[in-house]
C-alpha cells in the first residue's frame, strides 16, 4: 500500500489543525507499538497520555501504521459507555481513517453489516469495530465476532478509558464485573489477541497485580505536542505566577449552599458574577485582540447530583439575565458595574497584545453576544444532548459526562469545586477538562476554586508529574510499585478503591523529596532528646537505627490531615526500604530560619545531599524568627527516597464507601 493509509491519516490530522510535529509524534508512537506488538509475549500494553493531550488522535495514527509496517487488519475499540465520548471517538475515527473499513456497533446490533461484510474489510485494507464498554452492547458484539474469529488473524483491541469500566471492581470479593468479564472472552474469541489499554490516568491500571490479565506488559508514553497546557501552567502552586494569573476563589460557604438540597435561595452567589463577568470579558477581549478566535466556553462542575446541577441551571441563567439587563437596559446595578470592571482589569493583566482596548469597547462586544449566551445542562439522562458551540458565548453545566474525555472548545473559565468522599487522583485528572491544546488562550484562563480545592488540584498534578517520570524512566518496569498498608485514613486516594487488590491512597516516588507542610510545635523536648547525639556539623548523612527515624517520625506533628505528608505511610516505606537491606540515615538542622509559608524546605546546600543506598530523613528545627512563625518553634521533617528505590502505594485497611453520583 505504500503508505497510503498513513499519509492519509497524516493529510486529514494537518486540515484539522494538528500540527506537523504533532503528527511526527504520533508516528513515532505507532511504530514504537508495532516493535512491542512484534513479540509474542507482549499481549497487553499501555499507551499513556497527558489529559487532552490527543489520545485518540494517537490512537487512530497507530491503527494506520499497525496496518501497513505491523501487518495488524482488524482492531476493535472500545470507548467507555458515554454516548458523547463515543460519538466524537467514533467521529474521529471515521474522519481521520477512511480508507480503513469503520463499523459502529449500532450496525452490528441491527444486523446492518454482516460477518462477510467484516471479512472482505480485513481482506481489504483492514477493519475497525467501534463500541462503547456496554454489557448489552458487548455480548451482542461477542456473539456476532465468534461468527469471524477463524478469519480475522491477529486482532487488536484498543481499550479507551481503559482504567474507567473496563477493571474488575469486584476482584476484591473474589467475583467479575459484567463488563470486565465480557471484554475477557472479547480477547479470548481469538487466537492471537493484543490488548492495549490507552488512559491519561493509569493509577488503576498500574496497580493491578502482576499476574493479571490486565496488568501491562509494556508502557507507551504519548508526549503532548506543541501547544499543550497541563497542571505545571495551571495547578502549580510552587510557581507563584499561576495562582495569581489563573486562580480565582470561592468562598467555602457558597459552594456548601449550592450544594445544600434543603437551600432554595434563588439569589446566585457573588462567585457565579464573578465568573461570568471574567468569562464574558475574557471573550470580548481576546476577540478584539485576535480575529482567529469566535467561541468561548465556560465549565460549571461542582457536583454529579442532577438536583445540584438544575439548581446550578438557574442560578447561573439568573446571573447572566441580570448581567444583560446591566448591559442592555440600562439597569442600575453597581455591584455588576464593579465586578466587570475588575474583570476587565483581571483579564488585561495577562491579555497578550490587548492594552489599548479599552473598558467600553469590550462591553460592547459582550452587549453584542451576550443575548445568544448559551447556558446549557449536559448531564446522562436518556435524550441529553452533546455541547452546541454555534453561540459565541457557551456556558455547560454537569458532572460525570463532562467530566472524563469530552472536549471542550475554548474552554478559558473552570468554575470547579467538585466535593466527594474522598477526592482521587484519576478522577479530578479527569475532571481538568481546562488542560489540552489551549496555548493561544492560556492568557485568559481562569479556574475559580476553593483554596482546599487548590491544593489538592496542586497535590493531584505532582502526583501525576511524578507518576510520568517514574514511568519515563524505565523503572516501573523494573521495580514494581510496592503496595504497603496504612493504619489511618487519607484525603487523597490515587483511584477507586474497588478496582484494586487494596484501598490505594497515596504515592512516593523514588529520588524524590517529601515534606510536612504545616508543623506543629510539638513533642519538642523529646524530640531534642532523641535526637541529641546526632551531630549538627556534618555535611553527610549520619546512619541511624531504624527505631530512631520511626520514633522522630511519629513524635512531629500537623495541624491537619496533609495530602503529601503521612505519618503511617513514612513509617512504613522505611520499615520496607530496610528490610529491603537499604541503610537509614538523618540529618539535623537545630536553628532554622524557615518561613512559615514554606514550599520547599531544603537549603540548598542540604539539597545536594544524597544517597544510594538508603533514604535519608531530614529534620529542621525552626528558630521561630523567620516569617509567620512569630516565635514559635518546631520539627519539620523531610523524608528523601533514593534512586533506584521503589514506587510506595499505601493503602487503607479498613474500606470507605464509595461516594454514589446520581447523574
Given amino acids: ?147 469471524i474469529s477463524k478469519e480475522a488473524g491477529r486482532v487488536v483491541i484498543f481499550d479507551d478509558e481503559a482504567d ?44 493491578q497485580k502482576p499476574d493479571s490479565s490486565r496488568h501491562p506488559k509494556f508502557i507507551i508514553q504519548m508526549e503532548p505536542g506543541d501547544g499543550y497546557v497541563g ?5 502549580n502552586l510552587g510557581d507563584n505566577d499561576v495562582p495569581k494569573r489563573h486562580h480565582r476563589y470561592i468562598p467555602d460557604e457558597e459552594i456548601e449552599s449550592m450544594l445544600d438540597d434543603n437551600s432554595s ?15 464574558f ?38 446571573a447572566r439575565q441580570d448581567i444583560s439587563r446591566f448591559l442592555l437596559n440600562g439597569t442600575q446595578n453597581d455591584s455588576i458595574d464593579h465586578l466587570m470592571r475588575e474583570a476587565y482589569d483581571d483579564i488585561l493583566r495577562t491579555l497578550e497584545g490587548g492594552v489599548n482596548i479599552s473598558y467600553d469597547d469590550a462591553l460592547k462586544v459582550i452587549a453584542e453576544n ?49 466535593h466527594t468522599g474522598g477526592p482521587k487522583v484519576d478522577t479530578i485528572l ?18 475559580f476554586s476553593t483554596r482546599k480545592m487548590f491544593e489538592i488540584l496542586h497535590g493531584v498534578y505532582q502526583s501525576d508529574e511524578e507518576e510520568w517520570e517514574y514511568i519515563k524512566s524505565e523503572e516501573y518496569i523494573r521495580t514494581p510499585p510496592v503496595l504497603l498498608s496504612l493504619r489511618s485514613g487519607r484525603a487523597l486516594r490515587p483511584t477507586r478503591q474497588a478496582v484494586i487488590p487494596m484501598d490505594s491512597t497515596v504515592k512516593y516516588f523514588p529520588g524524590k523529596t517529601y515534606f510536612m507542610y504545616e508543623a506543629k510545635s510539638s513533642n519538642l523536648e523529646k524530640i531534642d532528646e532523641l535526637l541529641s547525639r546526632i551531630p549538627e556539623s556534618s555535611r553527610e548523612p549520619v546512619e541511624v537505627e531504624l527505631e530512631t527515624a520511626l520514633k522522630a517520625v511519629e513524635l512531629v506533628d500537623t495541624y491537619r490531615q496533609e495530602q503529601r505528608w503521612s505519618k503511617d505511610a513514612v513509617m512504613n516505606a522505611l520499615k520496607n526500604m530496610n528490610e529491603r537491606g537499604m541503610k537509614i540515615y538523618m540529618v539535623v538542622r537545630r536553628n532554622s530560619d524557615l518561613e512559615k509559608d514554606y514550599r ?64
Avoid at 445542562?377 to 457557551?394: E, Q, R, V
Avoid at 472524563?404 to 470547579?416: A, E, P, S
Avoid at 481546562?434 to 485568559?444: A, E, H, M, N, S
Fill in 600 to 663: 520547599a524546605v531544603l537549603s540548598a546546600s542540604d539539597n545536594q545531599i544524597q544517597r544510594s543506598d538508603g533514604p535519608i530523613l531530614f529534620m529542621y528545627r525552626t528558630s521561630g524568627r523567620g516569617e509567620g512563625w512569630n516565635g514559635e518553634q518546631a520539627w519539620i521533617p523531610v523524608l528523601r527516597i533514593p534512586e533506584g528505590a521503589n514506587a510506595y502505594y499505601f493503602a487503607e485497611q479498613k474500606r470507605v464507601g464509595e461516594e454514589s453520583g446520581e447523574e
Fill in 231 to 235: 497542571g505545571s501552567e495551571l495547578y
Fill in 265 to 279: 435561595d434563588p439569589h446566585p452567589p457573588e462567585s457565579i458574577y464573578r465568573a461570568l463577568c471574567v468569562f
Fill in 430 to 447: 479527569q475532571h481538568s477538562r481546562v488542560y489540552g491544546y489551549r496555548r493561544k488562550i492560556l492568557d485568559i484562563i481562569r479556574i
Fill in 1 to 147: 500500500m505504500n503508505d497510503e493509509i498513513i499519509d492519509s491519516v497524516k493529510k486529514n490530522l494537518e486540515n484539522s489543525g494538528v500540527s506537523k510535529s504533532e503528527i511526527e509524534k504520533m508516528e513515532d508512537t505507532g511504530m514504537k507499538l508495532v516493535e512491542k506488538l512484534g513479540d509474542p509475549a507482549n499481549t497487553s500494553g499501555l499507551l499513556y497520555g497527558r489529559v487532552q493531550s490527543g489520545k485518540t488522535n494517537n490512537m487512530i495514527m497507530s491503527i494506520a501504521v499497525l496496518i501497513e509496517k505491523g501487518g495488524f487488519k482488524f482492531f476493535i475499540v472500545l470507548t467507555s459507555d458515554n454516548k458523547s465520548l463515543y460519538d466524537q471517538t467514533l467521529s474521529r475515527i471515521r474522519s481521520y481513517l477512511r480508507r480503513v473499513g469503520v463499523i459502529e456497533y449500532l450496525d452490528i446490533i441491527h444486523e446492518n453489516r454482516s460477518p462477510e461484510d467484516i471479512k472482505l474489510m480485513i481482506a481489504h485494507n483492514g477493519a475497525v469495530i467501534v463500541s462503547t464498554k456496554n454489557s448489552k452492547n458487548l455480548k451482542k458484539l461477542n456473539e456476532f465476532l465468534n461468527k
Fill in 370 to 418: 451576550i443575548d445568544q449566551a448559551s447556558v446549557e445542562m449536559i448531564t446522562s439522562a436518556k435524550g441529553s444532548h452533546n455541547p452546541d458551540y454555534s453561540s459565541f458565548y457557551n456556558i455547560l453545566i454537569g458532572g460525570n459526562r463532562l467530566g472524563r474525555g469530552l472536549t471542550v472548545n475554548n474552554l478559558t473559565v473552570f468554575y470547579y469545586a467538585r
Fill in 281 to 318: 470579558m475574557g471573550g470580548a477581549l481576546k476577540s478584539l485582540s485576535s480575529q482567529d478566535l469566535y467561541t468561548f466556553s465556560m465549565l460549571v462542575h461542582i457536583s454529579a447530583k442532577r438536583s445540584t446541577n438544575r439548581k446550578l441551571f438557574s442560578l447561573v441563567s439568573k
Fill in 164 to 207: 474507567f469500566g473496563s477493571l474488575n471492581a469486584k476482584q476484591n470479593l473474589d467475583e467479575e464485573s459484567a463488563v470486565y468479564s465480557l471484554i475477557e472472552q472479547l480477547r479470548s474469541t481469538f487466537n492471537d489477541t493484543r490488548y492495549i489499554e490507552v488512559t491519561a490516568t493509569p493509577q488503576a491500571n498500574l496497580l
